[in-house]
């Protein structure tokens, strides 16, 4: 910093030597939307400004020429007035990572800067746009517990930069964690110090070399990583093509444009009248192809820090899901699935939000996947779910009915409510979870934990009150699950052990415990789940470094 220069609030708590620039067309990529709005509106107003050019009759007075060369000064001169705006935002955005936090700072005249703690950082993400893939550019998605508002992004960023930073942001929030539970020396640092991202791969080593002695430290980062399942191109299309909602939008959206084009042939009714209806219908398989292109070559992999997942076709993702932070699983098989062997795996993840741009489904972790690989997903998430026989309760929960292997079922009264349903809904609590089956065109089953209990609720409306029955909500961080028309006495039994349960309820699986788990898990299927109801609970938190009290 210039000597005698009075250091702002902006630029307070880093050195300016520790910030880092952002690639320079950052700022271009932030505001492109602005601009092109603006040029798509001087175009499509060109016609008209032409005929009041000739009509003001300025073309005959100064010449064609000239008055294209003034409109043309006047775009070239916007352009420039761009890019210098674009250049002294550039150079007054930055990131820095220190010991203690990511830094960012941006802005010209009204400045900010945001920090995120180290030991608070839960997943660092990498996402690649459409135009950022074509010139090489990326962004990194910071996610902070405490909220939505904590998370913020880094980028534009060189791809071979963007895993730099990455892995010097795990290793530096790893450290920082260990530090704060009094596992590692208040002067440790297993990061990259100060400079630019990816020149300081020796520090690294030697951080990594210092913590060494700490479990689960001694590997770096991207060592621990392995591919659970990956999902065919040719699976994701014929599961789209295979959902009830997917077939209805596809056959609406071909029967308006069928109708416009009868309605341009037999009616006399001009094309252009009919465009935005052909619009509109081809809209609707917009949803369809946007599920595809999300999801194409989704790739699950377990990985020190979690589960690490990569997708998309035009643009990608690589995002990092924190099994500490899944807060309950559900399983679904749409109705033509079944005969296909096919499921989809969704869960609730606590403290993350994707951008309001955003469209992906970050709540996936198995779009469509096999028997074997949904189990695959439950037990990376789920290793002991308290039961015996957990392949067995887990599959007679996705497509069973009745009161078998402990599930409590609707009464025969509720019928009148879940006509359909009422046969397959029903819950199970074990010493560890509580199990909830619901669905009859499209079957779901979901897990959720004592200890990731917020509150529950019992609820009794008077239709329900009428025929004797209730409902229990499970309330979770971010959403939550919920099962109605229990027997009134007995949903009123369940609500008093699930409160008594979660209660007393500390189940913990730290992160090393998890690694050493699922690192090995990952190539075995539901043989995990049969060896850990056969031998001495490998799956179990307590062979694995966690508590359950």
């Given at each position: ?145 405490g909220g939505t508002d904590s998370n913020f992004q880094l980028g534009l960023l060189k791809t ?235 599959m007679y929960g996705i497509e069973g009915e009745g009161e078998m292997l402990g599930f409590s079922q609707n009464p025969q009264r509720s019928r009148l409510f879940d006509p359909l349903v009422w ?127």
């Amino acid at each position: 910093m210039a000597k005698g220069r009075k250091e702002t609030a902006v630029e307070s708590g880093v050195a300016e030597s520790e910030w880092r620039s952002l690639h320079p067309v950052t700022p271009l990529a932030k505001t492109w939307a602005v601009f092109a709005a603006f040029f798509a509106f001087i175009f499509y107003q060109f016609a008209d400004v032409l005929k009041e050019l000739t009509t003001l009759g300025l073309i005959e007075t100064y010449g064609p020429a000239v008055v294209f060369l003034v409109i043309a000064a006047g775009i070239l001169l916007i352009v420039v007035a761009a890019g210098i705006y674009s250049w002294i935002a550039w150079r007054k955005m930055g990131f820095a990572i220190t010991h203690d936090a990511v830094y960012y700072r941006e802005g010209i005249l009204f400045r900010s800067q945001r920090h995120a703690r180290l030991d608070r950082i839960q997943a660092v993400n990498i996402t690649h746009p459409l135009i950022g893939r074509i010139l090489g550019l990326g962004r990194i998605d910071i996610e902070v517990a405490g909220g939505t508002d904590s998370n913020f992004q880094l980028g534009l960023l060189k791809t071979q930069q963007l895993e730099d930073v990455r892995r010097e942001v795990l290793s530096e929030s790893r450290t920082a964690k260990l530090r704060k539970a009094g596992k590692l020396d208040a002067d440790a640092t297993g990061g990259v110090p100060g400079g630019e991202a990816g020149v300081a791969s020796t520090a690294l080593e030697d951080g990594q070399a210092r913590i060494g002695q700490v479990p689960g430290l001694c590997a770096s980062i991207d060592d621990l990583e392995q591919i659970i399942y990956k999902v065919p191109a040719g699976r994701l299309v014929a599961s789209l093509a295979l959902n009830m909602g997917i077939i209805f939008s596809i056959l609406v959206g071909l029967a308006i444009a069928a109708g416009s084009l009868v309605g341009t042939l037999l009616e006399g009714v001009s094309f252009a009248a009919m465009i935005p209806a052909v619009v509109g219908g081809l809209a609707l398989f917009a949803y369809p192809f946007n599920q595809f292109a999300n999801n194409f070559g989704f790739t699950a992999f377990v990985t020190h820090d979690g589960i690490r997942v990569r997708s998309g076709l035009l643009s990608t993702r690589a995002q990092t899901i924190p099994v500490q932070r899944i807060h309950a699983v559900t399983v679904s098989q749409p109705f033509f699935w079944r005969f296909f062997g096919w499921y989809r795996v969704k869960i609730i993840q606590a403290g993350f939000a994707a951008n309001a741009q955003d469209k992906v489904e970050h709540d996936l972790l198995l779009p469509v996947g096999t028997r074997e690989e949904m189990l695959q997903a439950l037990w990376m998430v789920y290793p002991d779910l308290g039961v015996s026989n957990p392949v067995e309760t887990i599959m007679y929960g996705i497509e069973g009915e009745g009161e078998m292997l402990g599930f409590s079922q609707n009464p025969q009264r509720s019928r009148l409510f879940d006509p359909l349903v009422w046969r397959r809904r029903s819950i199970k609590l074990t010493d560890v979870a509580i199990l909830l089956r619901d669905g009859f065109l499209t079957r779901s089953f979901s897990v959720l934990t004592y200890d990731r209990l917020q509150s529950t609720l019992i609820s009794q409306g008077p239709w329900d009150r009428k025929k004797d029955l209730a409902g229990i909500h499970f309330h979770l961080v971010e959403s939550g699950l919920y099962i109605e028309h229990l027997d009134t006495a007995l949903a009123s039994s369940l609500y008093t052990e699930i409160t008594r349960c979660a209660s007393i309820s500390r189940q913990k699986e730290s992160q090393e415990a998890w690694a050493a788990r699922a690192v090995p898990g990952a190539s075995q299927t539901h043989s995990a789940y049969e060896s850990s109801a056969a031998g001495g609970e490998p799956g179990s938190l307590e062979q694995n470094g966690g508590e359950h009290q």
